[in-house]
């Protein structure tokens, strides 16, 4: 098992910014904290989920939804074993309850995929919420 905890959510006007936050506070057996790929999805209110960004296990691969090209960005920082989305410019439709995800297939080393299946251990969630 592998745990997720999200962070930094809150309540921006739109043009906001808000950096998120995931970490893997503990591991099991046979994880360390750069052996997969993750992905930031989101849920609307009555909406299903949808995927936001993902970053390969290498960090040299990335994708994003065409509704946040050009204002998010994911990164992750294996010393502080932290993977960040920085959205920028938010708008009203950007609100909802962000999770991460992480992906422990070994086709994940290269590349990542914008598809809920494919991931393996989900966090709990942060809401973001975008209004004037």
């Known amino acids: 098992q592998l745990q997720l905890v999200e962070s930094g959510g809150g309540l921006v006007q739109p043009g906001g910014s808000l950096r998120l936050s995931c970490t893997t506070p503990?591991?099991?057996?046979?994880?360390?904290?750069?052996?997969?790929?993750v992905g930031w999805f989101r849920q609307a209110p009555g909406k299903e989920r949808e995927a936001v960004s993902c970053?390969?296990?290498?960090?040299?691969?990335?994708d994003y939804a065409d509704s946040v090209k050009g204002r998010f960005a994911i990164s992750r920082d294996n010393a502080e074993n932290a993977t960040y989305l920085i959205m920028n410019n938010l708008e009203p439709d950007d609100t909802g309850v962000y999770y991460c995800?992480?992906?422990?297939?070994?086709?994940?080393?290269?590349?990542?995929?914008?598809?809920?299946?494919?991931?393996?251990?989900w966090g709990q969630g942060t809401q973001v919420s975008v209004s004037s």
């Open positions: 970053l390969s296990r290498n960090r040299a691969f990335t």
């Open positions: 503990a591991f099991a057996p046979g994880f360390t904290k750069d052996r997969f790929a």
């Open positions: 995800a992480v992906d422990v297939s070994p086709l994940a080393v290269r590349q990542c995929k914008l598809d809920a299946y494919e991931y393996d251990f």
